[in-house]
Each structure stands twice: as C-alpha cells, then as structure tokens.
C-alpha cells in the first residue's frame, strides 16, 4: 500500500486532486473554499479507503466511487442549508397588520427613510439622481410618498387617496425597489 499512497500524494496530491476535480466538474458554483473543503474531504475518505480496500476491485475505482459519494452526500447537506437559511428569511414586506396594512418595514426603527429624503428639500434642491428618482415614479407613488413622509399611517394614505391595500403595496413596492432606489 506504501505505492499507493506514494501515488496519490506525488507532487503535492496532484492525482487525488485531479479525481475531486473530476468529480466536482459534474456540479456548479464551486469555489476556491468550497475546492479546498473536498480536498481536506478527500484526504479523510483516503485514510478510510486505505483501511477499508480488500483487492476485489481496483483501488482506483473503489477510491473514485467512495469519494463520488461521499462529495455527493456533502453538496447535498450544504444545499440543504442553504434552503434551511431561506426558509427562515422574512420579508420586509410582511404585513403585521392585516386591517391596517402595517409591514414589518413600516415598523422597523430608522431615521434615515426614501420618504424623508424626497420630501426634505423644495424641488429645486434636488439632485440630479433624486430627480432621476421621481421620474421613475408614477404620480400615485410620488403622492404615497409624499404622504409617508409626513407621517401618515399605510391606512391613512389608502383612506386619503383612496386606493385599495394592493394597489398601496404595488405603490411602495416601487418606492422602494432596487431598480429605482439605486439611483440615489
């Protein structure tokens, strides 16, 4: 077995490398850490496949079918995770309140708001970026916002403007969407 590990551990395990290499080009999204985790996993199924090889096979297939399923069994606990972590996520759109429309970002503590950034200055003091951001936004959202800004409550906006509690959602969800916030 002295050859074997000889082998496998020549110019700094470049042919054990290559076998997790060839294994993982199967998956995607493998980083530079995620290569450096299956190869640190590959020198443990090594010792084990060491200890456990009985010549009834090639010890390079048996090696490459335990490493296969062993990587396999890894992707599959880190992918599941993953969705763990996303299962738990909340959205900040949540509502909290079903009769007052309140979400969970209306009740989040922060000084520093869109609306209160629009709504600081008269027009002509704006940026060139906050102009650029009230042109992406219909007179109904420009009126929602205004209408935060100065303290009104999700119900009150609605009630005041008149607007159903889907059409005030689809009106701060542009307000505050990514596209359009970004240019700020």
Request: proline share 1%; aromatic share 10%.
């Amino acid at each position: 077995m002295e050859w074997v590990l000889a082998a496998y551990y020549a110019d700094n395990a470049r042919k054990l490398h290559g076998i997790v290499d060839k294994i993982l080009s199967k998956f995607g999204g493998i980083s530079d850490k995620d290569m450096d985790d299956f190869y640190s996993l590959a020198n443990e199924v090594f010792v084990e496949v060491m200890k456990g090889y009985d010549n009834t096979q090639s010890f390079e297939a048996f090696l490459y079918s335990c490493l296969s399923k062993r990587i396999r069994t890894e992707i599959t606990k880190r992918n599941r995770e993953k969705r763990r972590a996303d299962y738990i996520s909340v959205s900040i759109d949540t509502p909290v309140d079903d009769e007052e429309g309140i979400t969970i970002g209306d009740i989040i503590a922060d000084e520093l708001t869109v609306e209160k950034e629009v709504f600081e200055r008269s027009e002509e003091g704006y940026s060139r970026r906050m102009l650029l951001y009230l042109s992406r936004l219909s007179e109904l959202q420009k009126e929602v916002l205004r209408l935060r800004s100065i303290g009104y409550l999700p119900g009150e906006v609605r009630k005041e403007l008149h607007i159903n509690a889907k059409q005030y959602a689809e009106c701060c969800e542009a307000i505050h969407s990514y596209r359009n916030v970004s240019v700020l």
